[in-house]
């Protein structure tokens, strides 16, 4: 603990409402950007003098709330980083007022172009550092060690060495530099998405989708495990933080989970799952969908398209998982008097309108997501006054403090974006990207087999106790192009990358979300990490069958995308028995081994490769014939029915 008397700095009751103060600016910053105020003042900014303003906001904010030392709890405010916050403030303010006057001058590197880059990247840096940890700042470091020394590199990773001050000068005002594309859309549509779920959190939304799923599956075998895959995938797609996720969610769920007599890990790992799979539902994914969309140049809509059916496909392989884990251990429904009246909880159905809305705006009326998600957040303030949830209305304040809240929710994602720019601006600058995707696929030797197995080890490494934007940024910038190099989809390939990206978090020996949902299950990291890897064992799969056939992500005929969906669901049904060792009742290890092989079959789809139809009907028809001997085969006493 920070022990510092409040002579040594700022005391609590100065820092912190001049941090909320600037959060709620920044929120404020967002939204008039994203709804296009300035135009209707007749004021005309470039996109990085808006991105640079956030950033005035963003590092001081940093700097306020976060200790040098991470893990310790903030009291008083140093004095030397009361400094840090007002230069970070200058720094950034110089960039965002002289910008169209500097931008231009790069090259020539003055020194009014140059200074306040090198501050305003070591001050990036620093504030990375404090809010994620070491793993980040050392690899975008490695990244501008490269840009200052690519000379020195053998092969065909050599690149062309820069100068370090024209370096700083392109990393903090060139449009490929701190101020380029992953700003652009953290500092619109992730804020924007971000307040949605902020509301969503303090009108009682949360508690609205964890008390339906309480009715949807509390009354069936295994409820409080149903409970948490639904709740968290629910909140999940909204929140944006795998572990995030395991803490706001797995407080609740997870000592369900344990009363109903599940063993500690194994209801760690189920929530750890679920809150993961929350990065790869539509429609945040963790903010990556956006990013995704800016990168391949495509509608929004054409990512959560990709992205539904595989994420839905994870989902349904825990949730069966979870009913056969039930059932095998004799775990029953939920207890009546726990589950919330119906009447109750039919209340709060105004905030699925909020989601209808924001649908409709996307979808039918093409709206830009920040936009439609801004609107989608008055529909739901508008709802929350009028109707309320549990006999409760959320007050005026209430509101107003969603601004500061979603601003200090935001710092951590506007930081990785801000220094994500960097490793963009080194790949442009240095020639890099190209280099890389070179070497892989050489390494690969141009097979796309080899090339994904290398692939998703490098996603799996790099992903390693990074933060879920920063992790695509990376894989997309690193990965994604030598995979699309060797003829896969774009889409596809960046899906590919996202999901054993994210896989990281639930693999060890660095599962985050796993280890945090452990830590409130008071289980044992280790075995809480190896079970989330059996429970989320699609993730790993689905990947490999959606890049050799589109079909899974929704490209192609809609008799071959239907066909593809149902024998998916049925493989993974098959598979998720196999790994539970149980379908009607227990199985033997030679039927699990059957049960295993005719889902791999039935998983393939037909047009991944010559003659996979008939792969379909052998894992199809064998898997089917399967469950029904296991169904008519006499059952033993003492087992739990659905």
Not at 555 to 568: Q, R
Request: aromatic fraction near 10%; proline fraction near 6%.
């Amino acid at each position: 603990m920070d022990t510092r008397k409040a002579g040594n700095g700022l005391s609590p009751r100065i820092w912190r409402p001049v941090s909320d103060v600037l959060a709620a600016l920044m929120t404020l910053t967002a939204i008039c950007w994203a709804l296009s105020v300035n135009r209707y003042f007749g004021l005309g900014f470039y996109p990085q003098q808006f991105f640079a303003m956030m950033l005035v906001f963003v590092l001081p904010v940093a700097y306020l709330t976060l200790p040098a030392r991470p893990g310790t709890e903030r009291t008083v405010v140093p004095f030397h980083d009361v400094v840090l916050a007002v230069l970070s403030m200058v720094a950034f303010g110089f960039i965002a007022v002289r910008y169209p006057d500097l931008v231009l001058m790069i090259f020539s590197r003055p020194l009014e172009v140059w200074l306040p880059g090198l501050i305003a990247i070591v001050l990036t840096l620093e504030a990375l550092r404090r809010a994620t940890g070491w793993a980040l700042v050392i690899i975008i470091s490695v990244f501008i060690l490269y840009a200052l020394f690519g000379d020195v590199f053998p092969g065909r990773l050599q690149g062309r060495p820069q100068n370090w001050q024209l370096l700083s000068g392109y990393m903090a005002f060139d449009s490929n530099g701190i101020l380029g594309l992953p700003m652009s859309v953290a500092s619109t549509v992730v804020v924007a998405f971000i307040l949605f779920g902020v509301l969503l959190n303090l009108t009682g939304g949360s508690h609205f989708f964890t008390d339906a799923a309480m009715i949807g599956m509390g009354r069936y075998r295994g409820g409080s495990m149903k409970i948490a895959v639904l709740a968290s995938g629910l909140f999940g797609s909204i929140s944006g933080s795998a572990v995030a996720n395991v803490v706001g969610t797995g407080v609740v769920t997870i000592p369900m989970i344990k009363r109903d007599g599940y063993p500690a890990h194994k209801a760690g790992a189920i929530e750890a799952v679920a809150s993961t799979g929350g990065q790869l539902m539509p429609p945040v994914m963790g903010a990556s969908a956006f990013l995704m969309a800016e990168f391949l140049a495509v509608p929004y809509s054409s990512i959560v398209l990709a992205a539904l059916l595989p994420a839905l496909l994870y989902y349904v392989a825990l949730f069966i998982q979870a009913d056969l884990e039930a059932a095998k251990m004799g775990i029953r429904a939920i207890p009546k008097d726990q589950i919330p009246p119906r009447r109750t909880v039919a209340v709060g159905a105004h905030f699925v309108l909020a989601f209808a809305v924001l649908i409709y705006l996307l979808f039918w009326k093409s709206y830009q997501p920040e936009r439609a998600a801004l609107w989608s957040a008055v529909v739901l303030i508008g709802t929350s006054f009028l109707i309320g949830y549990k006999g409760t209305r959320p007050s005026l304040r209430t509101i107003l403090s969603s601004l500061a809240q979603t601003g200090h929710g935001v710092v951590e994602i506007l930081l990785i974006s801000a220094a994500s720019g960097i490793v963009i601006g080194v790949l442009n600058v240095t020639g890099l990207s190209f280099n890389l995707t070179y070497a892989l696929v050489q390494v690969g030797g141009g097979s796309a087999i080899v090339l994904l197995a290398l692939s998703a080890i490098v996603c799996i490494i790099l992903g390693m106790g990074l933060p879920t934007l920063g992790v695509y940024v990376l894989l997309a910038a690193l990965v994604a192009p030598a995979l699309i190099q060797v003829g896969i989809e774009p889409i596809a390939a960046h899906l590919y990358v996202l999901y054993f990206g994210m896989m990281s978090m639930i693999t060890p020996p660095i599962a985050l979300a796993a280890f945090a949902a452990a830590s409130i299950a008071k289980a044992p990291a280790m075995a809480t990490g190896w079970a989330a890897m059996r429970f989320g064992w699609s993730a790993y799969v689905i990947p490999v069958l959606f890049v050799f056939s589109p079909t899974l992500i929704l490209i192609g005929a809609p008799f071959e995308i239907a066909l593809a969906i149902v024998t998916a669901i049925i493989g993974v049904w098959l598979v998720s028995a196999a790994l539970a060792g149980y379908f009607s009742q227990r199985l033997s290890p030679v039927k699990r081994g059957l049960f295993a092989l005719f889902g791999l079959l039935a998983l393939v789809p037909a047009g991944m490769f010559e003659g996979a139809v008939y792969s379909d009907v052998i894992g199809v028809l064998g898997g089917v014939a399967l469950m029904v001997l296991e169904i008519r085969r006499p059952r033993r006493t003492g087992e739990v029915q659905a």
